[in-house]
C-alpha cells in the first residue's frame, strides 16, 4: 500500500525528510494568501505575477529551501498537510472546511481501523480528512450520486494518496446503505434526514451518526428523524472561527471572517425499546436538554 504523504507516524517523518521529487505535489509558498499545490513535472515552468519557477531547479532540494523565481523574489517549498489537500482540491461542489471537518471527525469518534459510511462524497474534501484518520487499515465508504462528481473526487484523493483507504460507491443513498456493523456514518446532502434510519440499519450498536446542514430547517427534520429512529444523545452545534492578525500593539481579530458553513448534528444509535417505552426515554431526553448544565463536581461533592 502506498504511503499518504502525510507526518502521521515515525516512518512518514522519515519521509518527509526526503528531498522533492518528480511527481510529488509542493505547496509553494509565497505568503499566506499566495500558496500553489504544484505537481513537479521535469521541464515545466510555474509562472506567477513575481516571476517564474523552473521545477527542474526544485527537484532535488530539500522541502523548506528558499527558492529566488526568475524575477528575484524568494518562494520556498513546503510539503502539502491534510489542510492543503482540501483546501486546494479541484471543486464541483461546496466542501466541508478543516473547521467543520476537525469537529466531525471528533464527534464521530473514528480512528485508525475505523469503518465510516459518508454520503454525499461532492468534491471529496471530507473524505479526504476521514480516509486520512481512519488510516490504511479501516475503510471510507462514500456514497455519490453523480458520476462526474465521483470522478472528480477519486482524482483528489488519488492526489492525496488516500485513495486505497476508500470505497467509492455510485448510487441514491436514500435507497439504502449495503454496510453493516459500520463505526460511523457521516452525511453532507440535502436531504439527510431521509438517510437516518438507513445509518441506524448500517451502524453498530452505539455507533455514532454525523450529519452537516447548511439550514436550521434541515438540522430540525434531521432531529426529529434522529429521535423516531432508535438515537439518542443528540446535539446540534455551530461552529464560528475568527481569525486573528498578530502584530505587537495592534494583535486583534480579522475584520473579515466567514459567517456560516453549517450546522454539525451528532447523536448515537441506541437498541430500539418498545414503542411506548422509546417514546418515555425521548421525552426525558428532551427534558435533560432543557435544564440548565449541571456542576459535575458540586454532583459528586453532594453525593
Ligand atoms: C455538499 S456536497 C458534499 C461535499 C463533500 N462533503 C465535500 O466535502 O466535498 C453534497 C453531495 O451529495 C450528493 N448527493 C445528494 N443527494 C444524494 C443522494 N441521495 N445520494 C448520494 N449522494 C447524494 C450531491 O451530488 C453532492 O455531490
Request: net charge negative.
Amino acid at each position: 500500500m502506498e504511503q499518504t504523504p502525510f507526518f502521521t507516524s515515525q516512518e512518514e517523518n522519515e519521509l518527509a525528510n526526503q528531498k522533492i521529487a518528480e511527481g510529488d505535489y509542493v505547496l509553494i509558498y509565497l505568503d499566506a494568501r499566495r500558496t500553489y499545490m504544484i505537481k513537479m513535472q521535469p521541464g515545466q515552468t510555474f509562472h506567477t505575477h513575481k516571476g517564474y519557477l523552473k521545477l527542474d531547479e526544485l527537484i532535488g532540494k530539500e522541502y523548506g529551501e528558499p527558492i529566488k523565481s526568475n524575477l528575484g523574489i524568494y518562494f520556498t517549498t513546503l510539503k502539502p498537510a491534510l489542510t492543503d489537500y482540501i483546501m486546494k482540491s479541484s471543486r464541483n461542489t461546496q466542501i466541508i472546511y478543516p473547521k467543520d471537518a476537525a469537529l466531525i471527525v471528533m464527534f464521530s469518534g473514528i480512528g485508525p481501523g475505523s469503518r465510516v459510511v459518508e454520503s454525499g462524497t461532492g468534491t471529496g474534501s471530507l473524505t479526504t480528512a476521514l480516509a486520512h484518520y481512519v488510516g490504511p487499515t479501516g475503510k471510507v465508504y462514500t456514497y455519490e450520486l453523480r458520476p462526474e462528481f465521483q470522478k472528480n473526487a477519486a482524482k483528489n484523493l488519488e492526489r492525496s494518496k488516500l485513495i486505497d483507504h476508500v470505497e467509492m460507491k455510485s448510487g441514491d443513498v436514500t435507497l439504502g446503505i449495503e454496510e453493516r456493523d459500520v463505526n460511523a456514518v457521516i452525511l453532507d446532502l440535502a436531504v439527510p434526514w431521509l438517510v437516518v434510519p438507513h445509518a441506524y440499519e448500517a451502524l453498530r450498536p452505539s455507533g455514532i451518526i454525523v450529519s452537516f446542514s447548511p439550514t436550521i430547517d434541515q438540522v430540525v427534520k434531521t432531529t426529529e428523524a434522529l429521535r423516531e429512529n432508535g438515537f439518542v444523545f443528540i446535539e446540534t452545534i455551530e461552529c464560528m472561527m475568527r481569525a486573528m492578525q498578530v502584530e505587537r500593539g495592534k494583535t486583534r481579530p480579522q475584520t473579515l471572517m466567514t459567517g456560516h458553513t453549517g450546522y454539525i448534528t451528532h447523536a448515537r444509535k441506541i437498541l430500539k425499546l418498545p414503542v411506548q417505552e422509546n417514546t418515555q426515554t425521548l421525552i426525558q431526553e428532551e427534558t435533560v436538554a432543557e435544564e440548565a448544565p449541571v456542576d459535575q463536581e458540586k454532583v459528586e461533592e453532594i453525593a
